[in-house]
Structure formats: structure tokens, C-alpha cells
């Protein structure tokens, strides 16, 4: 039962702890962590500077393993999954906007929206639209010729999240999407986020410190002392 529920869920965290060793010390970051979050729904991790936030997203990426409990992304428990079904989940289901921007420094902006397309192992029929789209969505059409150094940080960070739902992933983690935005781009992106999660079914979790952004969300996790309060 606990399975089928489970195997419907964007994304399911069953216990899960974390244990960093440093030295002879071993600091205990995640103490029991559960949370489930289904297709379409938007969740905000919120919680104070060294929490856990950024640790949890790894784990859920994929990133990282648990020292104990599990993590169930679109039904798959991640540490059974074989090296085929981690790289696809990886390339196709599960999109990463992280803090570093993981663009490709020598490509525009449209040739790094096209290489996660591409990773995706999509058709390529189908990409010039799509492309197009996304950055046309984060507000960089008109710079998608240019290259990252030509860009500004918040724009680096628009293209980043126009590269990461261009495949349209299942579940989409977001690490501070909006730090480098202005508050008119920010309400942009959520708006965007908004529409993926209604006609795209797109699973969104993302961390933000910003109190405006939280009230759009269906829940709200808080991370305290290592767990959800
Ligand atoms: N690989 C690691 N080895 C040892 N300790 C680590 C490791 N990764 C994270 N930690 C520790 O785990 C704690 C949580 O870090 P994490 O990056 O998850 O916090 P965060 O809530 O994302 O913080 P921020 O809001 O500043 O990004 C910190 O004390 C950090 O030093």
C-alpha cells in the first residue's frame, strides 16, 4: 500500500537522516525527515543558514545518499535504481536549478536550452519551439544569442531555469530560484512556475527566503533543528 501510494507521488521522503563525518566529528544534519509532494504541487523549504535545505535537495536530486530512510522520486526509490534509470531520471525527469548556474560558458544562451534538451534525448523536431518558449518565458529572448559572461547574474540565473524546465522534467528542485532577481522578475518566474505546475503537472520544491513568495505555495516545509517542523 505504503508502495502504490508512494509510486503517485512526484516525490516521497520516508525517514530519511544525514550524517556528515568531519574529522573524528560527525555532524547529524537531517534527524528523520518526511514530506511527500505530488504532480503539480509547489512546495517552499524555508529555514535558517545551515539547516539542512540545501542537503535535502541533494538527496532528492539524487545527488547524495541517505544514511538512513529513503527517498521515492516518481515512484522509484533512488538507491535501487540501476546506472541507466539514474542517468535518465537525472537527464529527463527530475531538473536542477541550483545556485551555481551550471551553464556552459562558451555557449548563448539558446545552445545551453538546447543542450538540456539534447541530454534529454528529445526530439529535435521538437526543440526550436520549446526553446524558444522558455526563454521567451524568463524574459530572455532577445539576449538569446549572447553568451554568459556577456550576462548579468540575474539573467545567467533566468537562462539557468529556462535550460532546467525546457525538457520538461516531472520535478523541478530550485535552489533559491529568484536571489539574483529584481521583484518584478521574480513574481515573473513564479508566475511561470505557477502555469508548469497547472498545464505541465511539474512538481516544483524550491528554498527561498523571500516571505512573498511563500504564500503562493501549497505547502510550506520549514526546516528546524534537522526536521520538518
Ligand atoms: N559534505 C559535507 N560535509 C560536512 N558537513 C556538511 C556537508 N554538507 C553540508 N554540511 C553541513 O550540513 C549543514 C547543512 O548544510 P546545508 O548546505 O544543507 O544548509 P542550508 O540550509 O542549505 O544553508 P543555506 O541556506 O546557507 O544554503 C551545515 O552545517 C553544513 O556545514
Not at 537562462?159 to 536571489?179: C, M
Amino acid at each position: 500500500m505504503a508502495e502504490l501510494q508512494a509510486s503517485s507521488l512526484a516525490v516521497s521522503v520516508i525517514g530519511v537522516h544525514k550524517r556528515f563525518r568531519n574529522g573524528s566529528a560527525e555532524v547529524h544534519v537531517l534527524k528523520g525527515v518526511d514530506f511527500s509532494l505530488a504532480p503539480g504541487q509547489l512546495a517552499m523549504l524555508k529555514g535558517r543558514s545551515g539547516s539542512g535545505k540545501t542537503t535535502l535537495m541533494n538527496l532528492i536530486g539524487g545527488l547524495d545518499v541517505p544514511s538512513e530512510g529513503s527517498v521515492i522520486v516518481n515512484g522509484l526509490e533512488l538507491h535501487k535504481l540501476n546506472d541507466k534509470e539514474r542517468t535518465r531520471m537525472r537527464r529527463r525527469d527530475v531538473a536542477f536549478v541550483f545556485q551555481s548556474f551550471a551553464l556552459h560558458p562558451l555557449m548563448t544562451a539558446w545552445e545551453n536550452v538546447e543542450l538540456g534538451m539534447r541530454m534529454a534525448g528529445l526530439p529535435s523536431a521538437q526543440w526550436a519551439d520549446r526553446i524558444e518558449y522558455c526563454l521567451e518565458q524568463v524574459g530572455m529572448a532577445e539576449r538569446a544569442q549572447h553568451r554568459p559572461y556577456e550576462l548579468s547574474g540575474g539573467e545567467q540565473q533566468r537562462v539557468a531555469i529556462a535550460k532546467a524546465i525546457a525538457p520538461g522534467p516531472r520535478l523541478l528542485l530550485a535552489d533559491e530560484p529568484t536571489a539574483e532577481l529584481d521583484t518584478k522578475m521574480s513574481a515573473r518566474v513564479l508566475s511561470l512556475f505557477q502555469s508548469l505546475r497547472v498545464e505541465e503537472k511539474m512538481a516544483i520544491l524550491m528554498t527561498t527566503h523571500d516571505q512573498t513568495m511563500l504564500e503562493v505555495a501549497d505547502h510550506v516545509l520549514e526546516m528546524e533543528s534537522g526536521k520538518l517542523a
